[in-house]
């Protein structure tokens, strides 16, 4: 089992910053990648940024030069710092892992591990 917790968001003034913090835990061999997706009302959810075990970043266009991701792999754990936020940046924010695991026979991967979402509101 694998658990994703998260921790951060809520309410923020236009043009200004938070900073979303993601654990994974449980029976976890290495984590390939870990990410930031959001969803806002009516909308699909999306990808924001992710970023690899390796250090590698992807962001969405509509955040670049404004977010952050990093993560330290000690802990097992992504921050995504959000700055210079906009109202459209208003939605349910989720983490999610690509994990190996073993099974106690096998080394297996899975990439929809999810974090429980967190609110971040901005206002206008």
């Known amino acids: 089992q694998v658990q994703l917790v998260e921790s951060g968001g809520g309410l923020v003034q236009a043009g200004g910053s938070q900073r979303l913090s993601c654990a994974a835990s449980?029976?976890?061999?290495?984590?390939?990648?870990m990410g930031w997706y959001r969803q806002a009302p009516g909308k699909q959810r999306e990808l924001v940024a992710a970023?690899?075990?390796?250090?590698?970043?992807n962001y969405a266009d509509s955040v670049k030069g404004r977010f952050t991701i990093s993560r330290d792999n000690a802990k097992n754990t992504v921050y995504l710092q959000m700055n210079s936020l906009k109202p459209e940046d208003t939605a349910v924010y989720y983490c999610?892992?690509?994990?190996?695991?073993?099974?106690?026979?096998?080394?297996?991967?899975?990439?929809?591990?999810w974090g429980q979402g967190t609110q971040v509101t901005v206002s206008s």
């Open positions: 449980g029976s976890i061999f290495s984590i390939v990648a």
């Open positions: 970023i690899t075990s390796g250090g590698s970043t």
């Open positions: 999610n892992a690509d994990i190996t695991y073993y099974d106690g026979t096998y080394y297996r991967r899975n990439s929809d591990y």
